[in-house]
Structures are given as C-alpha cells and as structure tokens.
C-alpha cells in the first residue's frame, strides 16, 4: 500500500505543477520623451488638411516617405501607414487617437517588436496661424551614451520634420487649371 500512496502523491504534485500559473518577469525600461513645436503661418483647417494627407506626408516627414502612403489620407483610428526610421527599422505606423484638426496620435509598430515609441501632434489656433506642437515618445535599453546620441539624433529629426511642415503649409501650391488651393 505505501507504494501506492507514493504514486498518488507524485501524481498529484505532477498535476500542481502542471496546473500552476507561469512566473512573469519585471523589467524597468526607460521611455525617452522628445518634444518640440512651431508655429505655422496657416490656418489649423491647412495644416490638418497638409499632415493627413498621403500625398504630402513624403514633403514633411522623412519616416512616412514609403510611395504607398501616397494613397492614405488619414481620417479615423485604425488607419495605418509603412515607416522607416533613420535607423533602418521598418513597420507600420497606426493611429490610435484623432479629433479631426486638433490632434493626432500614432503608435509606431516595428517590424521586430523590440522596442514601443508613439508619436503626437497636436495643432492649437494662434494669432499669426497655428501652434503645432509634436511629441515623440520610445524606449531604449541602450547604454547612457547611446541613449544620450539617440535622443540628439531625436530633437534634430523633430526639428527637421517641423521646419519642412512649415515650410510645406506656408508656402502657396501651384494651382492645376480648375482646382483650388486654401
């Protein structure tokens, strides 16, 4: 008989064990944040109608330069377009959040997965056109130089995509017969 209460016993440890809940692991990762804005000599209604535009996103974001863009306008959550960073990561960029002309929200979605980074634009009426500011936010498990390199890297692409925003929505488009610029 006890050789029968050891089998029982180890079968029901058995079971435990193949019954118990996985251990997770914690790790802290650190988010960057990068912020920067501009004002734009245009009107919200130009600027909104300029960055959700397919058309225009190769003329002010170098990340959105993909020529299947060309054919997106971005109208509600969900919609997607293809990205490449200046690091050569690839993936598709979805909004996640949109209040027509005030402020867009986009997550980042690399092809490998291994890091987040979410985007925001939000655009505020001022007394010479609009306001826009543009937040980017990602992780990094890179060292404190690289990380330091990056997020120099960071505020000069953010620079960069503010300053060709700005100068795509100031300055006036070449009319086509019959069509019509604001």
């Known amino acids: 008989m006890s ?19 996985a251990r997770a692991t914690h ?39 993909s020529p299947k863009n060309a054919a997106v306008n971005l109208t509600r959550v969900g919609d997607v377009l293809d990205y490449t960073d200046e690091w050569g990561n690839g993936g598709r960029s979805v909004v996640t ?14 092809s490998k997965g291994d890091y987040m980074c979410q985007g925001k634009f939000v655009l505020t009426p001022s007394e010479k056109g609009t306001k826009v500011a543009i937040w980017d936010q990602y992780t990094d498990e890179s060292s404190a130089t690289d990380m330091a390199a990056t997020a120099d890297k960071m505020d000069k692409e ?25």
């Not at 029968?4 to 809940?21: I, K, Q």
């Not at 959040?97 to 690399?110: M, N, S, W």
């Not at 060709?164 to 604001?182: F, I, N, R, V, Y």
């Open 3 to 21: 050789l029968r209460r050891v089998s029982l016993g180890a079968a029901a440890v058995a079971a435990l064990v193949l019954t118990a809940p």
């Open 27 to 65: 790790q802290q990762v650190p988010v960057m944040r990068v912020h920067a804005e501009t004002e734009v000599m245009a009107k919200p209604d130009v600027v909104w109608a300029h960055i959700t535009s397919g058309r225009n996103l190769v003329t002010w974001c170098p990340q959105w330069k």
């Open 97 to 110: 959040y949109l209040d027509h002309g005030k402020e867009l929200r986009v997550a980042h979605e690399p």
């Open 158 to 182: 953010l620079a960069t995509t503010l300053a060709a925003l700005k100068t795509s929505c100031e300055t006036p488009q070449k009319s086509s017969p019959g069509s019509h610029h604001p």
